[in-house]
């Protein structure tokens, strides 16, 4: 069962990276809306996962 969904989010991750690349190209509008939710989705992953990883990596205002 893990497995299932683990390989669900794969693909929902690959699909997302995918829609920001063709985006970047021109995509068509719905390319775009998928690109825009991918990019807020990581940007909250990377925010909520900062206190996790035991330190900062990055450059945070």
């Given at each position: 069962?893990?497995?299932?969904?683990?390989?669900?989010?794969?693909?929902?991750?690959?699909?997302?990276?995918?829609?920001?690349v063709?985006?970047?190209?021109?995509?068509?509008?719905?390319?775009?809306?998928?690109?825009?939710?991918t990019?807020?989705?990581?940007?909250?992953?990377?925010?909520?996962?900062?206190?996790?990883?035991?330190?900062?990596?990055?450059?945070?205002?």
């Open positions: 069962m893990a497995v299932l969904v683990l390989s669900g989010v794969l693909v929902l991750v690959l699909g997302g990276c995918a829609c920001v063709w985006a970047e190209r021109g995509g068509p509008r719905w390319a775009r809306v998928v690109a825009r939710v990019l807020a989705a990581g940007e909250l992953v990377r925010h909520s996962g900062g206190s996790r990883s035991g330190g900062h990596g990055g450059d945070d205002d």
